[in-house]
């Protein structure tokens, strides 16, 4: 960004995990809409624990089926089979539910995270403010849209797994505890018996694989952010060549784009392979942790069975009771990649959002220009200076008020900082200094060199500030501007962006002001249309039924002739020119003026 914003940047958001999961939190709990998500959080909970009772009805079923068959009894390993469909018919059920559940949870905490993220950024001209903002304001759409769906995912899948390996954990171990009693490990001729014995074989073995699987996926997070970004990159540049299609095929200029993308996609590869190499050397952690896992039990409870005080289905009773603790333990060696991922997606998520609150914090602290809202018949820019990336655009004389009906062209030379002071005036760039009060934003309109239309029913694209307009009026705004062919459209959903030419879209927008009837009209060049139609057509709205309407417009051009009251200079300053020393200058430009 500019120089002046460099001078207080936006903070980096805290990176403690415990900050970033409560602010999400909030974020959630403050949306509309939050009780559904609560009730099928509940839900899922209560399915998981009716899950955890059947998981230790089936390991309590693991010993007299074992013992059936090392005992060769036909008839018992028969009615144990009848026991075990019943109880797997009743998982599968569970399970079953527990999907439905996840599923509508992610849909639920997506939706929830993206209106916050959403109403954040599209409110006190906050998108194109942070647009501005550097590297954290690029390409919101990637954060608000892939981001926040994979954040949500790997939320819910997470957060689920780990809820369930906790209540798995608190079922198995107290059993686990139990069984230890009967495995002892023969010593010196003697039989010692460790309390809790395979409960402590499982801690050891999950924690040191979590320790090892951590330090070796760590790196994962930062190559995640780093992926998302050029992610993020490749596919705006996709979606320029996509917009520019026919300009670029016209210009020749396809090889050249080509390059472009070419050089974006190599960048992207380049992460991406750090990450996959980065991901097999963490498969040799969990995948080796996995494999050892199958046989880890047996080997330790193996003591215990040799030695005559287990039978062979309590062995596997202690194996199955094992294998629950120790998966529930090992939650985290299993899930280092997404765990990696989801605090890569949290970060970019929070970081934007953090940014979005502090937008007003940081241009206030960064002694920047003031804006206001003031009375509805008041404009005033009052020693106002917008500092650009190429020197600072002040107006001469320093001071302009605007009153009702006037119309003011403020005359700027090409490289004067025009559209800056423009965005200045319409709230949408704050490097600077001086104080600008404005009438409230629906006494304003601003006119732009580039037509905005919204997509979508072509009544919606005519209105201003939300406003609901007569179908009559809207017709006759229609005809005023020549668009008579629209006025059975209103109802017709489009791009009209691209459905319109240039010159269509500019009347298009014309009747949007002539339907809204501001007080004020701001316009950056808005008035220096191409087409000579066009223009003669704004102009008399603008003496028409827009005559008690102000005009400010910055512009290179004195034309029309006779239209404005007033014309005040916008003149440029090299950046390292002080407010002292251009009131110094002004004065010896004015006399070189009077001279020539």
Known sequence: MVESMAKAPIAPFDDRLTHQVSVLLRAVHRTPGRSRLYVLTAAIVAIIILTAVMQVRLNAWNQPFYDAIERR??????????????????????????????????????ELATIDLMGNWMTRKRAARISRAGEIGANPDQRIQADTQNLTELT????????????????????????SEGVVIPLGGHDIAIPGYMVWAALIYALSGSLVSWRVGRPLVRLGQDRYAREAEFRFALVQGSEHAEGIALSNDEADSLRGLGTSLGTLAAVLRRIAFARARLTWVTAGYGWVALVFPIIVAAPGYFAGRLSFGELMMVVGAFNQVQQSLRWFVDNTGAIADWRATLLRVMNFRQALLDLDRVEASAGLIERREGPRDRFLLEDVRVRTRHGCAALEPPSLEVGPGE????????????????????????????????????????????????????????????????DAKLRAGLRRVGLDNLAGSLDLAARWDRELGLGEQERLCYARLLLARPRFLVSDEGLDTLDETNRELLL????DELRETAVVNISQRREPTGFYDRVVRLCATPLDTTPAEEAEVTPRRRRRAGAR
């Open 407 to 470: 119309r003011v062209l403020i005359l700027g030379k090409p490289g004067s900082g025009r559209t800056s002071f423009f965005l200045a005036i319409a709230g949408l760039w704050s490097a600077g200094s001086g104080r600008i009060v404005v009438p409230p934003d629906h006494e304003v309109a601003y006119l732009t060199q580039r037509p905005f239309l919204r997509g979508g029913p072509l009544r919606q694209a005519l209105r201003f500030d939300g406003e609901t307009v007569e």
């Open 73 to 110: 009894d036909f008839n018992e390993f028969l009615r144990q089979l009848g026991v075990f469909f019943m109880i797997a018919a009743g998982l599968l059920v569970l399970n079953v539910a527990q999907t439905g559940c996840n599923q509508l949870i992610r849909v639920r905490l997506r």
């Open 156 to 179: 819910t899948d997470l957060s689920i797994g780990l809820i369930q390996s906790s209540i798995l954990l608190l079922s198995f171990i107290g059993v686990l505890w139990i069984l």
């Open 540 to 543: 008399g709205i603008l003496g």
